[in-house]
């Protein structure tokens, strides 16, 4: 008998999901409010390209209202075992009154941090403060917002100015965040994740393999 080792064809199936989450990192974007309060939301739509981050935003909510004003923010990305804090920011908005398509899910709160349970850090190029529990802190201005295609969503390019970086992912004697050491917050279709183990890693990599 002969066995094929042939690997057979995956059937693909063509759906309509209502999101496209397909695995992008959390983070909680620190911006400042007409009465130069803080607020906190959180953010998963992210991706950086070179020293700039694109992020998507909802324009009904206060933080696309604060950026308007202020374009100071803070992308500060949270570990993975700080998803329970960000589920705690995930209800509340900064907007008073809610917003007409908030209203059937979500509640007004001011004091963000205090309700997530963390504490607020001065940030150093920008007026809005970090979060001190954070790893990862980019602080940022936003050069560019502008509807998406749909004008549904805000699209906001933002220039980092500095970044800070818990001393224990950082790589000893570098300016190199250790990818063995640090472990991002990954939102996968509403659902949060940790990495698993390193697979390998690119040509291009500046630290050694895990």
């Not at 805000?154 to 100015?161: C, G, N, P, T």
Request: charged letters at 20%.
């Amino acid at each position: 008998m002969t066995i094929s080792n042939t690997p057979t064809a995956t059937e693909h199936l063509t759906i309509n999901p209502s999101i496209l989450y397909f695995g992008t990192p959390v983070v909680l974007l620190s911006t400042e409010n007409d009465d130069g309060s803080a607020n906190l939301a959180p953010i998963s739509s992210a991706w950086a390209l070179g020293q700039v981050v694109v992020l998507g935003l909802g324009d009904e909510g206060q933080t696309a209202q604060n950026l308007a004003a202020r374009p100071d923010l803070v992308i500060n990305l949270p570990a993975a075992d700080q998803w329970e804090a960000v589920e705690r920011l995930a209800p509340l908005t900064g907007r008073h009154p809610v917003p007409a398509v908030k209203r059937d899910r979500f509640r007004h709160e001011p004091a963000k941090f205090e309700v997530a349970g963390l504490r607020s850090q001065p940030s150093r190029c920008v007026r809005p403060p970090r979060v001190a529990e954070c790893p990862l802190h980019l602080e940022a201005r936003a050069i560019r917002i502008h509807a998406d295609v749909t004008e549904t969503f805000l699209i906001v390019e933002a220039h980092v100015l500095a970044v800070h970086a818990d001393a224990r992912i950082v790589v000893p004697g570098t300016n190199h965040v250790d990818p063995a050491a640090w472990h991002p917050l990954i939102y996968n279709f509403r659902h949060y994740f940790g990495l698993g183990a390193e697979l390998g890693h690119s040509f291009r990599s500046e630290t050694p393999a895990g």
